[in-house]
Protein backbone atom coordinates (compact mmCIF):
# COMPACT_ATOMS: atom_id res chain seq x y z
CA UNK A 1 0.00 0.00 0.00
CA UNK A 2 0.93 3.72 -0.55
CA UNK A 3 0.34 6.90 0.43
CA UNK A 4 -2.88 8.55 -0.98
CA UNK A 5 -2.41 10.90 -3.41
CA UNK A 6 -5.00 13.96 -4.18
CA UNK A 7 -6.57 14.43 -8.04
CA UNK A 8 -8.55 17.45 -9.14
CA UNK A 9 -11.16 17.07 -11.64
CA UNK A 10 -11.52 19.17 -14.57
CA UNK A 11 -13.88 21.83 -14.55
CA UNK A 12 -16.17 20.36 -17.47
CA UNK A 13 -16.29 17.10 -14.46
CA UNK A 14 -16.56 19.13 -12.06
CA UNK A 15 -19.88 21.20 -13.84
CA UNK A 16 -21.12 17.71 -15.00
CA UNK A 17 -20.80 16.56 -11.77
CA UNK A 18 -23.17 19.24 -10.21
CA UNK A 19 -25.66 18.71 -13.18
CA UNK A 20 -25.93 14.82 -12.40
CA UNK A 21 -26.36 15.46 -8.43
CA UNK A 22 -28.73 18.35 -8.29
CA UNK A 23 -30.86 17.92 -11.85
CA UNK A 24 -31.55 14.79 -12.99
CA UNK A 25 -33.69 13.05 -10.66
CA UNK A 26 -35.97 10.73 -13.36
CA UNK A 27 -34.59 7.03 -14.04
CA UNK A 28 -32.14 7.26 -11.40
CA UNK A 29 -31.89 3.39 -11.57
CA UNK A 30 -30.34 3.57 -14.78
CA UNK A 31 -26.97 4.03 -12.64
CA UNK A 32 -27.06 0.55 -11.93
CA UNK A 33 -27.05 -0.08 -16.20
CA UNK A 34 -24.07 1.75 -16.14
CA UNK A 35 -22.11 0.10 -13.80
CA UNK A 36 -22.96 -3.15 -15.44
CA UNK A 37 -22.35 -2.21 -18.86
CA UNK A 38 -19.10 -1.11 -17.63
CA UNK A 39 -18.12 -4.26 -16.09
CA UNK A 40 -19.31 -5.87 -19.00
CA UNK A 41 -17.11 -4.16 -21.16
CA UNK A 42 -14.15 -5.08 -18.97
CA UNK A 43 -15.03 -8.63 -18.71
CA UNK A 44 -14.71 -8.74 -22.75
CA UNK A 45 -11.70 -7.27 -22.68
CA UNK A 46 -10.46 -9.77 -20.12
CA UNK A 47 -12.10 -12.33 -22.12
CA UNK A 48 -9.85 -12.11 -25.22
CA UNK A 49 -6.76 -11.35 -23.30
CA UNK A 50 -7.80 -15.39 -21.66
CA UNK A 51 -7.46 -15.95 -25.09
CA UNK A 52 -4.04 -15.33 -25.62
CA UNK A 53 -2.34 -14.64 -22.86
CA UNK A 54 -2.11 -17.24 -19.86
CA UNK A 55 0.29 -14.79 -17.40
CA UNK A 56 -2.89 -12.21 -16.55
CA UNK A 57 -3.73 -12.38 -12.99
CA UNK A 58 -6.56 -15.26 -12.10
CA UNK A 59 -6.61 -16.69 -15.91
CA UNK A 60 -9.15 -19.47 -15.26
CA UNK A 61 -11.50 -17.49 -13.18
CA UNK A 62 -15.44 -17.19 -13.84
CA UNK A 63 -16.17 -14.31 -16.15
CA UNK A 64 -18.93 -12.76 -14.03
CA UNK A 65 -20.89 -9.78 -11.92
CA UNK A 66 -21.74 -9.90 -8.32
CA UNK A 67 -24.11 -7.34 -6.56
CA UNK A 68 -23.95 -7.53 -3.18
CA UNK A 69 -26.93 -5.49 -0.93
CA UNK A 70 -27.14 -4.73 2.32
CA UNK A 71 -30.31 -3.43 3.38
CA UNK A 72 -29.61 -2.58 6.79
CA UNK A 73 -26.60 -0.54 6.31
CA UNK A 74 -27.83 0.90 3.10
CA UNK A 75 -24.74 -0.11 1.00
CA UNK A 76 -24.60 -1.31 -2.44
CA UNK A 77 -21.15 -3.05 -4.10
CA UNK A 78 -20.96 -4.33 -7.61
CA UNK A 79 -17.66 -6.70 -8.39
CA UNK A 80 -16.84 -8.28 -11.60
CA UNK A 81 -13.70 -10.23 -12.66
CA UNK A 82 -13.04 -7.84 -16.06
CA UNK A 83 -9.71 -6.27 -17.05
CA UNK A 84 -9.86 -3.86 -14.32
CA UNK A 85 -7.63 -0.77 -14.48
CA UNK A 86 -4.24 0.98 -14.00
CA UNK A 87 -3.15 4.25 -12.16
CA UNK A 88 -3.58 5.86 -15.38
CA UNK A 89 -6.35 4.71 -16.79
CA UNK A 90 -8.34 5.28 -13.14
CA UNK A 91 -6.68 8.81 -13.93
CA UNK A 92 -7.75 9.43 -17.46
CA UNK A 93 -10.89 7.40 -18.15
CA UNK A 94 -12.54 8.22 -14.73
CA UNK A 95 -11.34 11.84 -13.93
CA UNK A 96 -12.42 13.16 -17.37
CA UNK A 97 -14.97 13.41 -19.69
CA UNK A 98 -13.23 12.03 -22.65
CA UNK A 99 -16.48 12.42 -25.65
CA UNK A 100 -16.80 15.75 -27.23
CA UNK A 101 -20.71 15.78 -27.36
CA UNK A 102 -20.62 16.10 -23.79
CA UNK A 103 -20.29 19.98 -23.45
CA UNK A 104 -23.34 20.11 -25.70
CA UNK A 105 -24.97 17.57 -23.41
CA UNK A 106 -24.57 19.91 -20.61
CA UNK A 107 -26.07 22.82 -22.53
CA UNK A 108 -28.96 20.54 -23.50
CA UNK A 109 -29.50 19.78 -20.30
CA UNK A 110 -29.64 23.22 -18.85
CA UNK A 111 -31.81 24.59 -21.92
CA UNK A 112 -33.96 21.82 -22.10
CA UNK A 113 -36.36 20.21 -19.15
CA UNK A 114 -37.30 17.52 -21.57
CA UNK A 115 -33.60 16.41 -21.36
CA UNK A 116 -33.37 15.88 -17.67
CA UNK A 117 -33.34 12.38 -17.39
CA UNK A 118 -30.85 10.18 -16.48
CA UNK A 119 -31.69 7.57 -19.28
CA UNK A 120 -29.92 9.88 -21.90
CA UNK A 121 -26.77 9.51 -19.88
CA UNK A 122 -24.93 6.77 -21.19
CA UNK A 123 -24.99 8.12 -24.62
CA UNK A 124 -22.73 10.51 -23.55
CA UNK A 125 -19.30 8.66 -22.18
CA UNK A 126 -20.32 9.57 -18.48
CA UNK A 127 -22.33 6.79 -17.19
CA UNK A 128 -19.75 6.28 -14.56
CA UNK A 129 -21.12 9.31 -13.06
CA UNK A 130 -24.36 8.55 -12.69
CA UNK A 131 -23.74 6.89 -9.35
CA UNK A 132 -24.03 9.91 -7.87
CA UNK A 133 -27.19 10.18 -8.55
CA UNK A 134 -27.55 7.59 -5.94
CA UNK A 135 -24.52 8.01 -3.46
CA UNK A 136 -22.29 11.14 -2.10
CA UNK A 137 -18.90 9.21 -2.22
CA UNK A 138 -17.93 5.64 -4.31
CA UNK A 139 -14.75 4.02 -3.44
CA UNK A 140 -13.16 1.74 -6.85
CA UNK A 141 -10.81 -0.84 -5.76
CA UNK A 142 -9.09 -2.58 -8.89
CA UNK A 143 -6.78 -4.40 -10.34
CA UNK A 144 -5.46 -4.67 -13.89
CA UNK A 145 -5.02 -8.11 -15.56
CA UNK A 146 -1.58 -7.23 -16.17
CA UNK A 147 0.59 -9.62 -13.98
CA UNK A 148 2.90 -6.77 -12.64
CA UNK A 149 0.01 -4.16 -11.97
CA UNK A 150 -0.46 -3.17 -8.60
CA UNK A 151 -4.15 -2.84 -7.35
CA UNK A 152 -5.43 0.76 -6.37
CA UNK A 153 -8.06 2.33 -4.69
CA UNK A 154 -9.83 5.17 -6.36
CA UNK A 155 -12.24 7.28 -3.97
CA UNK A 156 -14.49 10.47 -4.31
CA UNK A 157 -17.16 12.44 -2.82
CA UNK A 158 -18.37 13.70 -6.15
CA UNK A 159 -17.58 17.55 -7.34
CA UNK A 160 -14.81 18.20 -6.21
CA UNK A 161 -11.79 15.91 -5.87
CA UNK A 162 -10.72 12.30 -6.25
CA UNK A 163 -7.71 10.33 -4.20
CA UNK A 164 -5.62 7.32 -5.10
CA UNK A 165 -3.90 4.87 -3.50
CA UNK A 166 -2.09 1.75 -3.72
CA UNK A 167 -3.44 -0.89 -2.06
CA UNK A 168 -3.08 -4.85 -1.59
CA UNK A 169 -5.89 -6.29 -3.61
CA UNK A 170 -4.90 -10.34 -4.88
CA UNK A 171 -7.87 -10.27 -7.02
CA UNK A 172 -8.22 -9.39 -11.00
CA UNK A 173 -11.06 -6.78 -11.77
CA UNK A 174 -13.12 -3.85 -10.24
CA UNK A 175 -14.74 -3.53 -7.17
CA UNK A 176 -17.01 -0.70 -7.02
CA UNK A 177 -18.61 0.18 -3.07
CA UNK A 178 -20.80 3.01 -2.01
CA UNK A 179 -23.20 3.39 0.67
CA UNK A 180 -26.69 5.26 -0.59
CA UNK A 181 -27.92 8.31 -0.27
CA UNK A 182 -31.44 8.69 2.15
CA UNK A 183 -33.72 9.27 -0.75
CA UNK A 184 -32.05 6.03 -2.41
CA UNK A 185 -32.15 3.39 0.14
CA UNK A 186 -34.45 1.14 -2.70
CA UNK A 187 -31.64 0.01 -4.55
CA UNK A 188 -30.51 -1.82 -1.49
CA UNK A 189 -33.45 -4.03 -1.92
CA UNK A 190 -32.95 -7.40 -3.71
CA UNK A 191 -36.43 -7.42 -5.64
CA UNK A 192 -35.72 -3.69 -6.86
CA UNK A 193 -32.32 -4.34 -7.62
CA UNK A 194 -33.54 -7.39 -9.67
CA UNK A 195 -36.50 -6.01 -11.35
CA UNK A 196 -34.15 -3.30 -12.89
CA UNK A 197 -31.52 -5.87 -13.82
CA UNK A 198 -33.96 -7.51 -15.61
CA UNK A 199 -35.43 -4.48 -17.31
CA UNK A 200 -32.10 -3.04 -18.45
CA UNK A 201 -29.30 -5.58 -18.23
CA UNK A 202 -31.36 -8.69 -18.90
CA UNK A 203 -28.97 -9.55 -22.43
CA UNK A 204 -25.37 -8.62 -20.97
CA UNK A 205 -23.23 -11.82 -22.03
CA UNK A 206 -21.68 -12.44 -18.35
CA UNK A 207 -23.57 -14.10 -15.58
CA UNK A 208 -25.25 -11.19 -13.07
CA UNK A 209 -25.41 -12.11 -9.36
CA UNK A 210 -27.61 -10.54 -6.91
CA UNK A 211 -26.34 -12.45 -4.22
CA UNK A 212 -26.33 -16.13 -5.23
CA UNK A 213 -29.05 -15.94 -7.45
CA UNK A 214 -28.12 -15.32 -11.33
CA UNK A 215 -30.69 -12.95 -12.39
CA UNK A 216 -29.99 -12.11 -16.30
CA UNK A 217 -31.86 -14.80 -18.06
CA UNK A 218 -32.11 -13.44 -21.94
CA UNK A 219 -29.02 -14.12 -24.11
CA UNK A 220 -28.69 -14.22 -28.11
CA UNK A 221 -31.88 -12.69 -28.78
CA UNK A 222 -31.36 -13.20 -32.29
CA UNK A 223 -31.09 -16.40 -32.61
CA UNK A 224 -34.49 -16.80 -32.00
CA UNK A 225 -37.00 -17.41 -34.92
CA UNK A 226 -38.55 -14.34 -36.02
CA UNK A 227 -41.92 -15.46 -35.30
CA UNK A 228 -41.04 -16.03 -31.65
CA UNK A 229 -39.96 -12.66 -31.43
CA UNK A 230 -41.47 -10.21 -28.66
CA UNK A 231 -42.11 -6.48 -28.92
CA UNK A 232 -41.65 -6.03 -25.58
CA UNK A 233 -38.57 -7.79 -25.86
CA UNK A 234 -37.30 -6.52 -29.13
CA UNK A 235 -37.60 -3.10 -27.29
CA UNK A 236 -35.95 -3.41 -24.06
CA UNK A 237 -33.23 -5.00 -26.12
CA UNK A 238 -32.61 -2.44 -28.49
CA UNK A 239 -32.35 0.26 -25.68
CA UNK A 240 -30.25 -1.96 -24.10
CA UNK A 241 -27.65 -1.99 -27.18
CA UNK A 242 -28.26 1.43 -28.29
CA UNK A 243 -28.58 3.49 -25.17
CA UNK A 244 -31.40 5.15 -27.15
CA UNK A 245 -34.34 5.90 -24.63
CA UNK A 246 -37.27 5.22 -26.96
CA UNK A 247 -38.41 2.62 -28.59
CA UNK A 248 -37.11 1.70 -32.22
CA UNK A 249 -39.11 2.76 -35.19
CA UNK A 250 -38.67 -0.41 -37.03
CA UNK A 251 -36.46 -4.02 -36.50
CA UNK A 252 -35.08 -6.00 -39.56
CA UNK A 253 -34.51 -9.98 -38.42
CA UNK A 254 -31.92 -11.56 -41.05
CA UNK A 255 -31.03 -15.43 -40.96
CA UNK A 256 -29.00 -16.52 -43.68
CA UNK A 257 -27.51 -20.01 -44.27
CA UNK A 258 -25.26 -20.74 -47.59
CA UNK A 259 -22.54 -19.13 -48.70
CA UNK A 260 -22.59 -16.93 -45.74
CA UNK A 261 -23.65 -18.07 -42.59
CA UNK A 262 -25.01 -15.63 -40.10
CA UNK A 263 -28.24 -13.87 -38.29
CA UNK A 264 -28.65 -10.51 -37.70
CA UNK A 265 -31.05 -8.23 -35.62
CA UNK A 266 -31.27 -4.51 -37.02
CA UNK A 267 -33.01 -2.03 -35.53
CA UNK A 268 -33.42 1.88 -37.18
CA UNK A 269 -34.39 4.63 -34.42
CA UNK A 270 -36.91 6.44 -33.89
CA UNK A 271 -34.90 9.68 -33.61
CA UNK A 272 -30.95 10.73 -34.58
CA UNK A 273 -29.46 10.80 -31.72
CA UNK A 274 -27.76 14.08 -30.59
CA UNK A 275 -25.09 15.47 -32.55
CA UNK A 276 -25.47 12.22 -34.74
CA UNK A 277 -24.61 14.08 -38.25
CA UNK A 278 -21.01 15.59 -37.10
CA UNK A 279 -20.10 12.41 -35.56
CA UNK A 280 -17.39 11.06 -37.08
CA UNK A 281 -16.75 8.29 -34.44
CA UNK A 282 -19.07 6.50 -34.21
CA UNK A 283 -19.79 2.59 -32.64
CA UNK A 284 -21.15 0.31 -35.44
CA UNK A 285 -23.07 -3.36 -35.32
CA UNK A 286 -22.26 -5.25 -32.51
CA UNK A 287 -20.53 -8.58 -33.99
CA UNK A 288 -20.42 -11.48 -32.50
CA UNK A 289 -18.94 -15.27 -33.86
CA UNK A 290 -21.07 -18.40 -32.26
CA UNK A 291 -22.61 -16.16 -30.01
CA UNK A 292 -19.93 -14.37 -28.40
CA UNK A 293 -19.39 -10.90 -28.55
CA UNK A 294 -15.93 -10.06 -30.73
CA UNK A 295 -16.16 -6.43 -31.32
CA UNK A 296 -18.85 -3.70 -30.18
CA UNK A 297 -18.26 -1.35 -32.96
CA UNK A 298 -17.58 -3.06 -35.73
CA UNK A 299 -17.69 -0.48 -38.73
CA UNK A 300 -16.96 -3.42 -41.27
CA UNK A 301 -20.64 -4.79 -41.48
CA UNK A 302 -22.73 -2.28 -43.02
CA UNK A 303 -21.41 1.33 -45.22
CA UNK A 304 -21.30 4.60 -43.71
CA UNK A 305 -24.22 6.29 -44.78
CA UNK A 306 -26.00 3.38 -43.46
CA UNK A 307 -24.49 3.87 -39.98
CA UNK A 308 -28.23 4.80 -38.43
CA UNK A 309 -28.91 1.16 -38.10
CA UNK A 310 -28.20 -0.64 -34.57
CA UNK A 311 -27.87 -3.65 -33.96
CA UNK A 312 -26.19 -7.07 -33.84
CA UNK A 313 -24.51 -10.00 -36.10
CA UNK A 314 -23.39 -13.09 -35.22
CA UNK A 315 -22.02 -15.55 -37.58
CA UNK A 316 -20.35 -19.01 -37.84
CA UNK A 317 -17.96 -18.36 -40.43
CA UNK A 318 -15.29 -16.20 -38.37
CA UNK A 319 -13.14 -18.34 -35.81
CA UNK A 320 -14.24 -17.22 -31.57
CA UNK A 321 -10.67 -16.05 -31.25
CA UNK A 322 -10.97 -13.74 -33.99
CA UNK A 323 -8.22 -10.35 -33.69
CA UNK A 324 -10.31 -6.99 -34.48
CA UNK A 325 -7.64 -6.81 -37.83
CA UNK A 326 -8.37 -10.44 -39.11
CA UNK A 327 -11.84 -9.44 -39.02
CA UNK A 328 -11.25 -6.56 -40.95
CA UNK A 329 -9.17 -8.44 -43.79
CA UNK A 330 -11.72 -11.53 -43.80
CA UNK A 331 -13.89 -11.82 -46.72
CA UNK A 332 -16.39 -12.93 -44.43
CA UNK A 333 -17.22 -9.19 -43.67
CA UNK A 334 -17.20 -7.99 -46.94
CA UNK A 335 -20.12 -11.03 -47.92
CA UNK A 336 -22.36 -9.86 -44.84
CA UNK A 337 -21.98 -5.93 -45.64
CA UNK A 338 -23.01 -6.83 -48.98
CA UNK A 339 -25.97 -8.95 -48.12
CA UNK A 340 -26.95 -6.66 -45.25
CA UNK A 341 -27.16 -3.37 -46.96
CA UNK A 342 -29.12 -5.02 -49.90
CA UNK A 343 -31.72 -6.28 -46.82
CA UNK A 344 -31.69 -2.97 -45.43
CA UNK A 345 -32.29 -0.52 -48.80
CA UNK A 346 -34.95 -3.42 -49.62
CA UNK A 347 -36.72 -3.03 -46.22
CA UNK A 348 -36.53 0.77 -46.03
CA UNK A 349 -38.09 0.52 -50.00
CA UNK A 350 -40.74 -1.54 -48.47
CA UNK A 351 -41.82 1.17 -45.59
CA UNK A 352 -41.56 3.74 -48.59
CA UNK A 353 -44.23 1.29 -51.08
CA UNK A 354 -46.26 -0.06 -47.77
CA UNK A 355 -45.81 2.08 -44.68
CA UNK A 356 -45.32 5.41 -45.84
CA UNK A 357 -45.83 7.84 -42.96
CA UNK A 358 -43.11 5.54 -40.92
CA UNK A 359 -41.06 6.05 -44.21
CA UNK A 360 -41.42 9.57 -43.71
CA UNK A 361 -40.56 9.70 -40.20
CA UNK A 362 -37.64 7.93 -41.10
CA UNK A 363 -36.96 9.95 -44.12
CA UNK A 364 -36.98 12.98 -42.29
CA UNK A 365 -34.37 11.76 -39.73
CA UNK A 366 -31.86 9.92 -41.29
CA UNK A 367 -32.16 10.59 -44.94
CA UNK A 368 -29.56 13.41 -45.00
CA UNK A 369 -27.10 10.47 -44.49
CA UNK A 370 -28.73 7.84 -46.61
CA UNK A 371 -28.66 9.91 -49.81
CA UNK A 372 -24.84 10.38 -49.62
CA UNK A 373 -24.60 6.41 -50.42
CA UNK A 374 -25.88 8.02 -53.83
CA UNK A 375 -21.81 8.87 -54.02
CA UNK A 376 -20.30 6.13 -52.25
CA UNK A 377 -21.98 2.97 -52.83
CA UNK A 378 -22.03 2.32 -56.72
CA UNK A 379 -22.95 -0.90 -56.87
CA UNK A 380 -26.63 0.26 -55.07
CA UNK A 381 -27.02 3.64 -56.34
CA UNK A 382 -29.99 2.61 -58.50
CA UNK A 383 -31.87 1.37 -54.87
CA UNK A 384 -30.69 4.18 -53.28
CA UNK A 385 -32.35 6.67 -56.06
CA UNK A 386 -35.52 5.17 -55.21
CA UNK A 387 -35.51 5.74 -51.61
CA UNK A 388 -35.40 9.54 -52.55
CA UNK A 389 -38.37 11.74 -51.70
CA UNK A 390 -38.65 15.56 -52.65
CA UNK A 391 -41.14 18.20 -52.44
CA UNK A 392 -42.85 19.13 -55.46
CA UNK A 393 -44.22 22.04 -57.17
CA UNK A 394 -47.20 19.48 -58.26
CA UNK A 395 -47.69 18.40 -54.59
CA UNK A 396 -48.78 20.54 -51.95
CA UNK A 397 -46.48 21.60 -49.40
CA UNK A 398 -45.13 18.76 -47.18
CA UNK A 399 -46.05 16.27 -49.64
CA UNK A 400 -43.37 13.85 -50.66
CA UNK A 401 -43.16 12.21 -54.45
CA UNK A 402 -40.53 9.96 -55.34
CA UNK A 403 -38.60 10.04 -58.77
CA UNK A 404 -40.63 7.31 -60.65
CA UNK A 405 -44.11 9.35 -59.21
CA UNK A 406 -42.49 12.57 -61.19
CA UNK A 407 -41.39 10.69 -64.44
CA UNK A 408 -45.15 8.66 -64.09
CA UNK A 409 -46.74 12.67 -64.16
CA UNK A 410 -44.10 13.88 -67.01
CA UNK A 411 -45.52 15.05 -70.35
CA UNK A 412 -44.84 13.56 -73.55
CA UNK A 413 -43.05 15.98 -74.95
CA UNK A 414 -41.17 16.66 -71.49
CA UNK A 415 -37.55 14.82 -71.88
CA UNK A 416 -36.14 16.48 -68.49
CA UNK A 417 -36.86 16.17 -64.64
CA UNK A 418 -36.31 19.42 -63.68
CA UNK A 419 -35.51 20.94 -59.99
CA UNK A 420 -34.72 23.84 -58.00
CA UNK A 421 -33.62 24.83 -54.84
CA UNK A 422 -33.97 26.51 -51.83
CA UNK A 423 -33.75 26.67 -48.23
CA UNK A 424 -37.66 26.29 -48.31
CA UNK A 425 -40.12 25.80 -50.40
CA UNK A 426 -41.21 29.15 -50.03
CA UNK A 427 -37.61 30.24 -51.25
CA UNK A 428 -37.67 27.72 -53.63
CA UNK A 429 -41.06 28.53 -55.17
CA UNK A 430 -39.65 32.75 -55.29
CA UNK A 431 -36.88 31.86 -57.71
CA UNK A 432 -37.65 33.72 -61.04
CA UNK A 433 -36.77 30.88 -63.47
CA UNK A 434 -39.74 28.60 -61.70
CA UNK A 435 -42.16 31.35 -64.04
CA UNK A 436 -41.46 29.62 -67.38
CA UNK A 437 -42.57 26.19 -65.81
CA UNK A 438 -45.43 27.17 -63.92
CA UNK A 439 -46.82 28.74 -67.28
CA UNK A 440 -46.02 25.34 -68.90
CA UNK A 441 -46.89 23.31 -66.23
CA UNK A 442 -43.82 21.41 -65.70
CA UNK A 443 -43.49 19.99 -62.46
CA UNK A 444 -40.41 20.72 -60.82
CA UNK A 445 -38.69 19.47 -57.20
CA UNK A 446 -38.25 21.05 -54.77
CA UNK A 447 -34.50 20.37 -53.27
CA UNK A 448 -34.86 21.78 -49.33
CA UNK A 449 -32.09 19.57 -47.67
CA UNK A 450 -29.09 21.21 -48.30
CA UNK A 451 -27.13 17.62 -49.10
CA UNK A 452 -29.73 17.55 -51.93
CA UNK A 453 -27.12 19.73 -54.10
CA UNK A 454 -23.95 17.04 -53.44
CA UNK A 455 -25.73 13.73 -54.35
CA UNK A 456 -28.85 15.32 -57.21
CA UNK A 457 -26.24 16.16 -59.70
CA UNK A 458 -24.34 12.81 -59.62
CA UNK A 459 -27.79 11.35 -59.81
CA UNK A 460 -27.28 12.51 -63.83
CA UNK A 461 -30.31 10.72 -65.23
CA UNK A 462 -33.11 8.34 -64.03
CA UNK A 463 -35.02 6.41 -66.04
CA UNK A 464 -33.02 8.13 -69.09
CA UNK A 465 -33.95 11.08 -68.29
CA UNK A 466 -31.30 13.53 -66.89
CA UNK A 467 -32.00 16.04 -64.17
CA UNK A 468 -31.52 19.32 -64.58
CA UNK A 469 -31.86 22.39 -62.68
CA UNK A 470 -33.62 25.22 -63.36
CA UNK A 471 -31.21 27.81 -62.50
CA UNK A 472 -28.61 26.60 -65.13
CA UNK A 473 -28.91 28.26 -68.41
CA UNK A 474 -29.48 26.07 -70.84
CA UNK A 475 -33.07 24.45 -69.91
CA UNK A 476 -34.42 23.58 -73.12
CA UNK A 477 -37.40 25.25 -74.85
CA UNK A 478 -39.47 23.35 -77.06
CA UNK A 479 -38.46 24.66 -80.64
CA UNK A 480 -42.08 26.42 -81.36
CA UNK A 481 -42.39 28.53 -78.43
CA UNK A 482 -39.13 29.43 -78.55
CA UNK A 483 -39.25 30.71 -82.18
CA UNK A 484 -42.58 32.58 -81.06
CA UNK A 485 -40.89 34.68 -78.10
CA UNK A 486 -37.96 34.90 -79.80
CA UNK A 487 -39.98 36.80 -81.91
CA UNK A 488 -41.59 38.54 -79.20
CA UNK A 489 -38.67 39.28 -77.39
CA UNK A 490 -36.76 40.62 -80.28
CA UNK A 491 -39.48 43.02 -81.09
CA UNK A 492 -39.74 45.08 -77.52
CA UNK A 493 -36.05 44.55 -77.02
CA UNK A 494 -33.65 45.99 -79.39
CA UNK A 495 -30.07 44.67 -79.36
CA UNK A 496 -28.85 48.27 -78.51
CA UNK A 497 -30.97 47.64 -75.04
CA UNK A 498 -28.82 44.39 -74.79
CA UNK A 499 -25.48 46.37 -74.88
CA UNK A 500 -26.45 49.06 -73.17
CA UNK A 501 -26.99 46.44 -70.01
CA UNK A 502 -23.90 44.77 -70.84
CA UNK A 503 -21.77 47.95 -71.13
CA UNK A 504 -23.22 49.04 -67.41
CA UNK A 505 -22.45 45.62 -65.67
CA UNK A 506 -19.16 44.68 -67.67
CA UNK A 507 -17.55 43.27 -64.41
CA UNK A 508 -20.16 41.21 -62.65
CA UNK A 509 -21.58 38.93 -65.15
CA UNK A 510 -20.54 37.31 -67.96
CA UNK A 511 -23.51 37.62 -70.53
CA UNK A 512 -26.76 39.72 -70.78
CA UNK A 513 -29.44 37.82 -72.88
CA UNK A 514 -32.66 37.85 -73.85
CA UNK A 515 -34.70 35.48 -71.59
CA UNK A 516 -36.94 32.98 -72.88
CA UNK A 517 -37.92 32.10 -69.69
CA UNK A 518 -39.48 34.80 -67.46
CA UNK A 519 -43.27 35.80 -67.56
CA UNK A 520 -43.52 37.91 -64.80
CA UNK A 521 -40.55 39.12 -63.52
CA UNK A 522 -38.21 41.40 -65.70
CA UNK A 523 -34.96 39.99 -65.13
CA UNK A 524 -32.97 37.30 -63.43
CA UNK A 525 -29.60 35.80 -62.43
CA UNK A 526 -29.01 32.67 -64.47
CA UNK A 527 -25.56 30.77 -64.00
CA UNK A 528 -23.49 30.22 -67.35
CA UNK A 529 -23.14 26.72 -68.32
CA UNK A 530 -20.27 25.79 -66.42
CA UNK A 531 -21.28 27.73 -63.34
CA UNK A 532 -22.42 26.65 -60.07
CA UNK A 533 -25.98 26.69 -59.49
CA UNK A 534 -26.79 29.67 -57.08
CA UNK A 535 -27.88 27.10 -54.21
CA UNK A 536 -24.58 25.57 -54.64
CA UNK A 537 -22.54 28.42 -54.19
CA UNK A 538 -24.36 29.39 -51.32
CA UNK A 539 -23.76 26.11 -49.87
CA UNK A 540 -20.09 26.53 -50.25
CA UNK A 541 -19.34 29.45 -48.68
CA UNK A 542 -21.79 27.97 -45.70
CA UNK A 543 -18.98 25.02 -45.34
CA UNK A 544 -15.92 27.17 -45.87
CA UNK A 545 -16.88 28.95 -43.15
CA UNK A 546 -18.61 26.36 -40.59
CA UNK A 547 -17.06 23.27 -41.68
CA UNK A 548 -13.22 23.87 -41.94
P1 LIG B 1 -17.95 4.65 -21.10
O1 LIG B 1 -18.37 3.33 -20.54
O2 LIG B 1 -18.91 5.17 -22.13
O3 LIG B 1 -16.54 4.69 -21.56
P2 LIG B 1 -18.18 5.43 -18.35
O4 LIG B 1 -18.28 6.74 -17.65
O5 LIG B 1 -19.27 4.48 -18.11
O6 LIG B 1 -18.05 5.73 -19.90
O7 LIG B 1 -16.83 4.74 -17.96
C1 LIG B 1 -15.62 5.44 -18.13
C2 LIG B 1 -14.45 4.53 -18.23
O8 LIG B 1 -14.07 4.02 -16.97
C3 LIG B 1 -14.62 3.30 -19.08
O9 LIG B 1 -14.43 3.57 -20.45
C4 LIG B 1 -13.55 2.37 -18.56
O10 LIG B 1 -12.29 2.69 -19.12
C5 LIG B 1 -13.50 2.74 -17.10
N1 LIG B 1 -14.28 1.79 -16.29
C6 LIG B 1 -15.46 2.02 -15.69
N2 LIG B 1 -15.91 0.93 -15.03
C7 LIG B 1 -14.98 -0.03 -15.21
C8 LIG B 1 -14.85 -1.40 -14.78
N3 LIG B 1 -15.77 -2.00 -14.03
N4 LIG B 1 -13.73 -2.06 -15.16
C9 LIG B 1 -12.79 -1.49 -15.92
N5 LIG B 1 -12.86 -0.22 -16.35
C10 LIG B 1 -13.94 0.52 -16.01
MG1 LIG C 1 -20.06 3.00 -19.53
Not at 17 to 36: A, D, G, P
Given at each position: ??????????????????????????????????????ASDALNVARFRQL?????????????????????????????????????????????????????????????????????????????????????????????????????????????????????????????????????????????????????????????????????????????????????????????????????????????????????????????????????????????????????????????????????????????????????????????????????????????????????????????????????????????????????????????????????????????????????????????????????????????????????????????????????????????????????????????????????????????????????????????????????????????????
Open positions: TGPVQEFEYQAEMKQLLHLIVHSLYTHREVFLRELISNTDKSIVDHDAPLEVKIVLDKEKGTFSIEDTGIGMTKDELINNIGTIAKSGTLEFLHKMKSDQKMLDADLIGQFGVGFYSVFMVTDEVTIETRHADADSPAYRWKSVGEGKFTIEEIDRAKRGTKISFTLKEDAKEFSEDWRVKNIIKKYSNFVDFPVYVGDEKVNTVSALWQKRKDDLKDEELTEFYKYLSNDYQAPLGHLHVALEGSVNFKALLFIPETAPLGFFRETEYKGLHLYAHRILIQDDCKDLLPEYLRFVKGVVDTEDLPLNVSREVTQSSPVMGKINKVLTGKVLSFLEDWAQNDTEKYEKFYKNFSPLLKTGVNSDFSNKDKIIELFRFESSAAEKGKMTSLKEYVARMKAEQKEIYYVSGDSRESAERNPNLEYFKKHGIEVLYLLDPVDLFVVPSIHEYEKKSLKSIDKADVQVSKDEEKQEENAIQESMSKSFLSAFKEVLIDKVEDVIASKRLVESPVTLVVGKEGMDIQTERMMKMFNKDFT
